[in-house]
């Protein structure tokens, strides 16, 4: 209880440092995407971007835009309390829509720099775990700890988990391993615990590419962390599919995997 009231004071303070500073406080941001992975620049060119974030108002808003837009773009967001910002990338012109692709994310206020709100990859999984969290606390019937609504959640605790390496080691190399809904849901109602942060299962999902398979033919995945996978030739291209779509690129096409049904696209 104390911990929850000092965190209360906390915010307070900054709001008030917000409402007396506020002639040097912008009324907008503008973001800052980070750089996009380079095999994906490679393999299907500059992505566009499907941008999220709360209004002054704490409704949730939506924008897509083309990358060279994306950086002009100024959003209002409340200053009285933590908020996210996701970025979707996409390509339209490879039927790749908005979500099949892990964002890019960032939580005010911990991401501003002057006028600017700087997204980075790692704070995507933070920006959609805040979204997941939001939906978890409203349909938990017996949520009654107040803590865990998005905006009062500890954010810098919950960050230093991954830059202590206090968490398993394959989700402290790539975040997405981790089943946000599932962890969002178990926390709201509860207190924290990183014990929910931990990496889904797999299932290893045998796939004939009729020769695609060879040593000169990387496949990326969908998150910005993973690491390309690399089959033998001659050999089975063994995916790790989890629930959801799965996509994978590479030099010869885009391979969609949906537990066990696939679809590969060549370029």
Request: glycine share 6%.
């Given at each position: 209880m104390k911990l929850f009231v000092f965190k209360l004071f906390a915010?307070?303070?900054?709001?008030?440092?917000?409402?007396?500073?506020?002639?040097?406080?912008?009324?907008?941001?503008t973001l800052t995407l980070p750089q996009v992975p380079q095999a994906w620049l490679e393999l299907l060119g500059e992505p566009c971007w499907?941008?999220?974030?709360?209004?002054?108002?704490?409704?949730?808003?939506?924008?897509?835009?083309?990358?060279?837009?994306?950086?002009?773009?100024?959003?209002?967001?409340?200053?009285?309390?933590a908020n996210p910002v996701t970025a979707f990338p996409y390509w339209s012109e490879?039927?790749?829509?908005?979500?099949?692709?892990?964002?890019?994310?960032?939580?005010?206020?911990?991401?501003?720099?002057?006028?600017?709100?700087?997204?980075?990859?790692?704070?995507?999984?933070?920006?959609?775990?805040?979204?997941?969290?939001?939906?978890?606390?409203?349909?938990?019937?017996?949520?009654?700890?107040?803590a865990n609504i998005p905006a009062n959640f500890d954010w810098q605790?919950?960050?230093?988990?991954?830059?202590?390496?206090?968490?398993?080691?394959?989700?402290?190399?790539?975040?997405?391993?981790?089943?946000?809904?599932?962890?969002?849901e178990k926390t709201a109602g509860s207190d924290f615990d990183r014990r929910r942060f931990i990496p889904q299962a797999a299932e290893n999902v045998t796939i004939p590419l009729d020769g695609l398979a060879d040593?000169?033919?990387?496949?990326?995945?969908?998150?910005?962390?993973?690491?390309p996978l690399l089959f033998e030739e001659g050999g089975g291209a063994v995916f790790p599919v989890y629930s959801g779509v799965n996509v994978w690129v590479s030099a010869e096409g885009i391979l969609r995997v949906s537990g066990?049904?696939?679809?590969?696209?060549?370029?």
């Open positions: 915010l307070f303070v900054v709001s008030l440092q917000f409402v007396c500073c506020k002639d040097f406080i912008p009324s907008g941001y499907r941008l999220e974030w709360l209004d002054k108002d704490g409704k949730r808003r939506g924008l897509s835009v083309l990358s060279e837009e994306a950086e002009k773009i100024e959003v209002d967001i409340p200053l009285t309390w490879h039927n790749l829509s908005a979500g099949l692709f892990k964002p890019a994310g960032a939580i005010y206020p911990f991401d501003v720099s002057e006028d600017r709100l700087c997204l980075s990859w790692e704070a995507g999984a933070d920006s959609v775990f805040y979204w997941e969290l939001a939906r978890a606390y409203g349909i938990a019937d017996n949520n009654k700890n107040k605790r919950f960050r230093e988990l991954f830059t202590a390496e206090m968490l398993n080691e394959a989700v402290c190399k790539d975040r997405w391993l981790v089943d946000w809904r599932s962890a969002a040593a000169e033919c990387l496949w990326y995945g969908a998150s910005p962390f993973a690491s066990k049904t696939w679809v590969f696209a060549e370029f």
